[in-house]
């Protein structure tokens, strides 16, 4: 099974590569595939995805990084995983953290989505999954996760400086060479 991990990745973070790292251990037989948003996702503060995909190269080390989102319009998980799969010819599921099913119910064909594909959610600091109850009977499969790592790439965004422990260094090193995320 393919495991695709989509997001803005705006910038990797450790958190990110902590939960690739942890899910390749729990499934060793399936594949990791990290899918960078493209440039249309309509997400604030979202950097060229040039620069994010060059980063998920130096953060995610052995892991398919995919320009799948770059390469055509943005039309969702669903439409992303069905091409995955299309191509691959393998099954695919997808990761997602915790605190996005507060807007799950918004995402596009989300039913079809949680009906057709096995979901990973890692769990966030701040999001219960207790709320989700009823959303989560609704998924065909799946399985939490539990790994908090309390960071955001937010967080590191908002202040570059003070984060430099929660990247890895090629990914800082990369910022402050491309001048990112300036404060």
């Known amino acids: 099974m393919i495991l695709v991990y989509g997001g803005a990745f705006n910038p990797p973070t450790l958190a990110h590569q902590q939960i690739i790292t942890h899910i390749q251990l729990m499934y060793p037989d399936d594949h990791v595939m990290v899918v960078p948003v493209g440039n249309d996702y309509q997400k604030s503060s979202l950097i060229d995805f040039f620069h994010r995909y060059h980063m998920c190269h130096l953060a995610f080390e052995g892991v398919e990084i995919s320009k799948i989102e770059h390469e055509q319009p943005y039309r969702g998980t669903l ?26 119910t918004s995402w596009i064909n989300y039913e079809t989505l949680i009906q057709e594909h096995k979901c990973l959610i890692v769990s966030r600091e701040g999001s219960s999954l207790t709320k989700h109850t009823p959303l989560l009977q609704q998924f065909k499969e799946y399985t939490i996760i539990d790994l908090d790592y309390p960071m955001s ?18 990914v800082y090193a990369y910022i402050e ?3 990112l995320y300036k404060e």
């Open 177 to 179: 060479m491309h001048a």
């Open 79 to 104: 439409h992303l995983l069905k091409k995955i799969e299309k191509e691959k010819q393998e099954e695919v599921g997808f990761i997602i953290g915790a605190d996005q099913l507060e807007t799950f």
């Open 153 to 170: 790439s937010t967080q590191i965004r908002n202040h570059i400086s003070k984060h430099i422990e929660d990247m890895n260094p090629n």
